[in-house]
């Protein structure tokens, strides 16, 4: 039985998820919460990523634009953030029960969400500090790259545990598959299904 959730108890299940990122972590505390509660920590990250990302932009740039056309494209990137997560769950969940796992899109969103709004958000502030504090960093080139290995890691972890997939190899088409679906779609639709990636 599912109970709710508050934003403490996912922030303390995803530190427990960052720093113990073992299976028997991602089944202890992904089975704690819902699709729901998934939306509302992955859209609460990406909210909070876009007013930092404003705010940041406006003090290094000094320039106010039109509020209103800044308020839509907040809510529009929060709803792109929100349909890509929960369309990549759902591949997840459709590839790895047709190769035998046994995972409920409830916990496997819960636990998608509890490594992917952390790393966003550390990305994205990444993104903005390291350049303005370290012009020149080599690692600023490659962050990216580094949030794409997180992810891959966690997701890999999220699946094994979610799914209960005993071997590497469903494990590699669950996820791959997912991750090739989203890169097919996104080619095919012009960048519309890619916000996950």
Known sequence: MRYQVTFR???DDS?????????ATFRRYGRGGDAIAAAKYVGASAALGALIGYLLALALTGRVGNFAVDLVNLAGGLLSSLLSFFFFVFLVQLIGQWRGGLGEFDSLSYSFAL???????LVLLL???????FPGLWLTRYLGLIALVAYAFYAWQAIRAGHGLRNNQDTAITLGGAVLAV??????????AGGLL
């Not at 993104?127 to 504090?133: G, H, S």
């Not at 779609?185 to 960048?191: V, W």
């Open 9 to 11: 108890q996912m922030i």
């Open 115 to 121: 490594f992917y709004a952390p790393i966003s958000l």
């Open 183 to 192: 890169i097919l779609i996104n080619l095919a639709f012009g960048g519309m």
């Open 127 to 133: 993104t903005y500090t390291l350049p303005a504090l």
């Open 15 to 23: 530190r427990q998820i960052l720093l113990r990122p073992t299976l």
